[in-house]
């Protein structure tokens, strides 16, 4: 399930497609429809490893990491199988991606260097000459990919990808990297094309939609449900409120979509927006008060409207206020 809920963290948020900066803290749980490869890094070949080099104390690998991973443990992990070949997971990539996500603040040769470190420690001979190969492979699909033209067809882009993983790192490989989030850009692309048709009614673009969904594994319905959960309950909570429910049978909902103690939580959000809401209300007749006052000069209103500010709010919301305002003139 936490692998399932990885991958849909940044495939449902909001679909949206992010490139990933050189400092961010650590690697992203997959690539998007539009920018993997331009989240990627290029990367120089390696040298040749020497079969006969001994194995590297665990302790003497430990050494100091690039200030954005200080303080982490590496994702994923490195292991062979029962007959000492290296066993290719989804796993295996994420290790790969949280040295990786040093570029930019250690230089591609040191990140390789650390990262052939961390395989001699790991593995035995064999496994480990199995493992910098299938680097090499996927470092040069990085590469590739940040290469690629943009592309203005999100269906072009993930058949692109999708070809090019396949023909860099092998369809094995290819599928243990990328097969789950493949799945889901699959079923997103469907989705997205089924509420694109205007000539769908209603009640068969719901049948399809659900169509989609049951296309996916159950772990990865489970974690995406959990995800849109949030999204769902606030248009159910707009339909209700539309159609003139009470506060109980809003609580109802809540309780049975979250849970009690969310929806304690979700109430007290809803009161602290309320009581800000109504400051704010508050703030604003005085202050158009005094914008309309003849008798102020532009400064002395200014003056004003600082001093009202600095009376009615702290200082992190005097900060928002005034950025509603737009420095003091009326909001908009």
Do not use: N
């Not at 200030?67 to 989804?90: F, I, Y």
């Not at 493992?131 to 882009?157: C, I, K, S, V």
């Not at 309950?233 to 909902?253: F, I, K, T, V, Y």
């Amino acid at each position: 399930m936490r692998r399932a809920l990885a991958v849909v963290a940044v495939v449902v948020a909001g679909a949206l497609l992010v490139a990933r900066g050189p400092g961010a803290r650590r690697p992203p749980a997959h690539e998007t429809i539009t920018d993997a490869g331009r989240a990627a890094s290029a990367m120089p070949a390696p040298t040749a490893p020497s079969a006969a080099a001994p194995a590297t104390p665990a302790a003497a690998v430990a050494r100091a990491l690039p200030r954005s991973l200080r303080g982490t443990t590496p994702d994923g992990e490195l292991v062979a199988d029962e007959s000492g070949h290296l066993a290719v997971t989804r796993e295996t990539r994420r290790f790969f991606d949280y040295f990786l996500a040093a570029s930019g603040e250690w230089s591609d040769a040191r990140i390789r260097k650390r990262l052939d470190d961390e395989i001699r420690t790991r593995l035995a001979p064999g496994s480990a000459a199995e493992a910098r190969a299938l680097l090499d492979r996927y470092l040069t699909y990085r590469a590739r990919a940040r290469a690629l033209p943009p592309a203005a067809d999100p269906a072009a882009a993930a058949a692109t990808l999708a070809s090019l993983r396949r023909d860099t790192l092998g369809p094995e490989a290819a599928r243990a990297f990328f097969g789950d989030e493949e799945t889901l850009t699959t079923a997103a692309l469907e989705r997205r094309r089924i509420a694109a048709d205007p000539d769908l009614p209603p009640d068969e673009r719901a049948r399809r939609l659900a169509a989609v969904e049951d296309t996916l594994p159950v772990e990865m319905r489970a974690a995406r449900a959990q995800a849109i959960a949030p999204l769902q309950l606030m248009q159910e909570e707009a339909r209700l409120r539309d159609a003139g429910a009470s506060p109980a049978e809003l609580r109802a909902l809540r309780e049975r979509t979250v849970g009690v103690e969310a929806a304690d939580r979700l109430e007290a959000l809803d009161r602290a927006r309320a009581e800000w809401q109504a400051r704010l209300a508050d703030y604003r007749r005085a202050r158009d008060a005094i914008v309309a006052d003849p008798g102020r000069s532009a400064t002395d209103k200014a003056a004003a409207i600082d001093a009202l500010r600095a009376a009615r709010f702290t200082g992190p919301e005097r900060s928002r206020v005034a950025a509603l305002d737009g420095d003091g003139s009326p909001a908009r």
